[in-house]
Each structure stands twice: as C-alpha cells, then as structure tokens.
C-alpha cells in the first residue's frame, strides 16, 4: 500500500470497513466513504478501485444522468462470488454459502460424528460446501491451478469445535475430539483445493459473526460459546484479537477456585470446562442418577423446574461469571454475551449476570452490556465467511 493511513483489518477506514459501509447501504458512493471514513477522497479512491479490481465492489448506474455530476454508484456484487462457511460442532455441522457483503445465501445442517476422525468429517463437508456453490456439483476439484476450483468459491472457512494454531490451521489438544490432535486442517484442505481455506475455532467464529451483524459498532467486546464446551473470542479494538497463538479467549481451562475437586479433559481439577460446561452438566446429573443423555435432556430438565438441574445451572452461572469477572477487569469490554445451548438457561444467565456485578470494579461494569448472542443459528457461518473475507480484503 502506498498510501500513509495503512489499512488494517477492522480500523476505520481500511478496505474491510469500506467494503462494510457499502454492502450496509450506509455508503452508495466514493463521496459517502469519505465523508463516513474520514480519509480524503484521493485515498478512498485508491482503495475502492483495489476493491473494483478484486471483484469485491462494483460501480452500477453509471451513463444515466449525462453531463451531470451525479457520483457513479456503488455495490457489493450479489450472486457468483461467493464464500464457502463450515460450523463444525460435537454432533451437528452447519454449512453454506455467502456472498461477498457476508449475507447468507444458501444453509443447510446436519448430524456429524465427532469420532469419526477429521478425513472422513472435513471431506465430507467440503464436498457439500463445494456442492451448494454455483457450477458446484460434487467433490471439491483436486487439481491444483484448473478453472472453476471449488465450485465459484472464493474460499472457505472452517470453525473447529477446539483450539486451532491459527498461523498453520492445526488442531491443539482438543476435547472430546478422538483422533483430531494436531491435525492440519489447512493442509488437508490443500490437498483438496486450491481457493483459500481459512480455519479458526467455533468461539472465534461466534465472536466474529456477532460483531458484525450486532455490535460492528462496539470495538471492546467479550462473547462466550457455552455449549458443550465453553469457550470465549475477544474482540479488541474492533478486530478479533487471537493472541500470538491463536488461543486468546480460551477460558475452559481457567481455574474455578471454589470447585476444585471435578477433574478435567485435560488432566487438570476444576477448569471451568469441567464445572460449568454442558458436558460437564450432563456427567453431574449422571451422577446424581438423572437420566440425561445429553445437552437437550439438561435443558428439558431445568425447563420442567427439576431442583437438582436448576442448581446445577445456578452453579455453572456463577463459575462463568467468576471466570469473566477476572477477564472484564482486566480487558474493560463494552459487552459480554453468551451464546451457545446454554445462554438460553435462564437460571445460568442470572447467575452469571449477578456474579459479574459482584466481583466487577464499577469502573468496568457502570456501561457494560451482559446479554446473550442474539445472531441466531447463522452467527457461525456468518463468522466463518467473514475469515474468509477479510484474508481476500487484507491480504496485501
Ligand atoms: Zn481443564
């Protein structure tokens, strides 16, 4: 870039924002970007014409007001470019396509089996993914370099349900994943394609879809995925902040100093994982010789008022919010949500919210947000094609 003010990913002004600002319809033209981004004009057109030669905008209705000094019109191209998302859980996966503004064009879900092992699993989803793209009609093509690779995709992104080494795209000492450490996810996706294949973890994901479809306007945030696992992404600044390794946000394996006694996945005792996880609720009840199968059976016990359940979640609550008091005095977001299978307990929620107050600065806590993740069931994917937007909008 040759310009002073270097685009960085999520800072105002850089090529992602420009990108955001017109596929919102907050901005129709390169006069709207100024004016909303603050840079000058020369370097707004600087960067809308390397967004134009991406193929990420496009200008329409031009040559209509002849003579007159109406500004050429903006879009985001609807239809052909699309991105490839995949949302790996423990027992469903969901997947589709989007377009280039990050709407949804095509979803579908299904059930997926952890233990079969990352080859079976991820070929499986890229062939569908590669499938639901236009022109798409079967296996992602192996050959490197020939036309139409990935079926019109411009690339995917994949969320694993386990910390992922973001640099390489390899899986780290997962849980309740048999035969996926230290898997490369981005190697194996290589051999398969050759469009960009871009690989975080499900609670990055989640922050990230959250973000931009909820709170673009709030750079400090905190979301947390509780579902069976419990997981947290950061977004610092406006942009997802990963750490040095990928693994920032990761608070399964926080300590829970009043529960020191339940022993983790990881060899560990009283990790909030092993407390306050839906898998952990599942085990307590098992124990206390509930008939629980998994997660729904918990939810369907706490929503019929069983004493034992709702305890349990009371429990699980004010371990999370614990965990994030420590993270909310230290980091000062704006909000906390929580969101996965769990953020619908209420009495989980409670908990937590009450906890934060309590071991909260008022400094920290005076404008916070404590919500649950209202993005719906897409936050997932919708995160996981922003990855993929933002390696094609920054990649230079
Ligand atoms: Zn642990």
Not at 3 to 8: E, I, L, S, V, Y
């Amino acid at each position: 870039m040759t310009t002073g003010d270097a685009p960085r990913e999520g800072l105002r002004g850089g090529p992602r924002e420009l990108l955001r600002l017109v596929a919102s319809g907050a901005a129709a033209s390169r006069a709207d970007l100024a004016r909303l981004s603050g840079l000058s004009p020369s370097t707004v057109s600087l960067r809308v014409e390397a967004l134009i030669s991406e193929g990420l905008l496009q200008e329409t209705g031009d040559g209509k007001s002849r003579g007159g000094r109406r500004p050429r019109q903006l879009a985001v191209p609807t239809g052909g470019a699309l991105v490839g998302a995949v949302d790996l859980g423990a027992h469903h996966a969901r997947f589709g396509t989007l377009d280039l503004s990050g709407r949804v064009v095509e979803v579908r879900s299904r059930p997926v089996r952890i233990e079969d092992g990352p080859e079976a699993v991820l070929g499986d989803l890229l062939d569908e993914v590669a499938a639901l793209a236009p022109g798409g009609s079967g296996p992602v093509p192996g050959q490197r370099g020939g036309p139409g690779v990935g079926g019109g995709l411009r690339g995917i992104g994949i969320g694993i349900p386990g910390p992922v080494h973001f640099e390489t795209g390899r899986i780290v000492s997962p849980s309740r994943m048999p035969g996926w450490n230290g898997f490369d996810v981005r190697a194996f996706c290589a051999e398969r394609t050759d469009i960009p294949v871009v690989v975080d973890n499900d609670a990055n994901l989640m922050a990230l879809g959250e973000h931009v479809t909820t709170h673009p306007e709030l750079d400090h945030a905190v979301y947390v995925k509780a579902g069976t696992g419990i997981g947290a992404g950061v977004i610092s600044g406006g942009r997802l902040h990963r750490g040095a390794q990928g693994s920032a946000g990761d608070i399964s394996h926080c300590r829970v100093v009043a529960d020191p006694g339940a022993l983790c996945s990881c060899g560990n005792s009283g990790c909030l994982e092993a407390v306050a996880s839906g898998a952990a609720l599942v085990a307590a009840l098992r124990e206390q010789g509930l008939p629980v199968e998994d997660l729904t059976g918990v939810m369907r016990l706490i929503d019929d008022g069983d004493r034992h359940a709702t305890a349990l979640a009371r429990r699980a609550g004010r371990s999370i919010g614990e965990i994030l008091a420590v993270v909310v005095n230290f980091f000062n977001p704006q909000v906390v949500a929580i969101g996965g299978r769990l953020a619908e307990c209420e009495p989980l929620l409670a908990s937590m919210r009450a906890t934060l107050y309590e071991r909260c600065l008022p400094l920290a806590t005076q404008a916070l947000l404590i919500e649950r993740v209202v993005a719906g069931l897409d936050v997932g994917i919708v995160g996981a094609a922003q990855l993929v937007i933002d390696r094609i909008v920054d990649r230079d």
